[in-house]
Nanobody
């Protein structure tokens, strides 16, 4: 069983940056693919980015490509999402997830509780 805790969310102006962290505990997550999803009010949870267990392969939603960077430090059991050039439409609760693959929430086995990101215009 893996527990995930996100941190780093907050309020930022458009054009600004935030770095989200996802700390895993319970067992090492170095053998699992990991991902970030987000959910805005009234919308479905959507894929943001994913990273392979080694960190070698990364995938991004078109809406964040070139602005967001996903990374992981397996020695620290932590995954990150560096978000630059933030836009108001990036406002959402951001969730980290693991133990799965693909771009659908149903494809991942465990989740964090989420962290709020609000981008003001």
């Amino acid at each position: 069983q893996v527990q995930l805790v996100e941190s780093g969310g907050g309020l930022v102006q458009a054009g600004g940056s935030l770095r989200l962290s996802c700390a895993a505990s319970g067992r090492a997550f170095s053998t699992d693919n990991m991902a970030w999803f987000r959910q805005a009010p009234g919308k479905e949870r959507e894929f943001v980015a994913s990273i392979s267990e080694s960190g070698y392969f990364t995938y991004y939603a078109d809406s964040v490509k070139g602005r967001f960077t996903i990374s992981r430090d397996n020695a620290k059991n932590t995954m990150y999402l560096q978000m630059n050039s933030l836009k108001p439409e990036d406002t959402a609760v951001y969730f980290c997830s693991g133990g799965g693959s693909g771009a659908r929430p149903s494809g991942f086995n465990y989740w964090g509780q989420g962290t709020q990101v609000t981008v003001s215009s």
